[in-house]
């Protein structure tokens, strides 16, 4: 048994290595998981008490991003779009049904109103699954979803902000593509 165990202990650490060696990290572990943004103010349309925006505002915090009515720049948040579909046809006991969130954002510079993003959506969706006999599960599970849901987009907005950075006059701007050679 030690053995074994032995070479259970190394065949992970050697994952770890490898891991390590080809770049992967943890989301939000990694030297990306700051935003050098500044003070961001935050507008929404389901404003500041909804679901979505708490999310957004915990992410942009966790990110060193300090949420001021003042700063220079605006993310503007729509309104959430939640699709439902079926996947699961028939009379089967249980159904696959897949929930899609959609969220328009934009970011603006606010002396001048002009976008440095505009009209962009971030997309995330997952699966649930129901059964017919249990009307309140599914909800349950609906739900459960939809708040997942909801971080996912938040995580996922604040990887598409990475991509603005400040430059040597502190101008923000979008980072300009690695050049190909």
Do not use: H
Request: aromatic share 4%; hydrophobic share 35%; net charge negative.
């Amino acid at each position: 048994m030690k053995r074994r165990s032995f070479l259970a202990g190394l065949a992970g650490a050697g994952l770890v290595l490898v891991l390590a060696g080809c770049g992967f990290q943890l989301r939000g572990t990694g030297p990306g998981s700051t935003l050098t943004l500044g003070d961001l103010a935050l507008d929404s349309a389901g404003g500041p008490t909804s679901e979505l925006t708490r999310e957004v505002s915990q992410e942009l915090n966790s990110a060193g991003v300090a949420l001021n009515d003042q700063a220079p720049l605006r993310l503007n948040l729509g309104s959430e779009e939640l699709r439902e579909r079926e996947l699961t046809y028939g009379d089967a006991g249980t159904q696959e049904r897949q929930l899609t969130l959609t969220v328009p954002w934009s970011l603006q510079r606010v002396d001048d109103g002009a976008y440095l993003a505009s009209q962009e959506d971030v997309t995330v969706s997952g699966t649930f699954y129901t059964s017919s006999d249990q009307l309140l599960t599914r909800d349950d599970a609906r739900e459960a979803l939809q708040s997942q849901l909801r971080q996912d987009a938040a995580r996922r907005l604040i990887d598409r902000l990475q991509t603005f950075q400040p430059d040597s006059t502190g101008t923000v701007q979008p980072a300009s593509p690695a050049p190909s050679s």
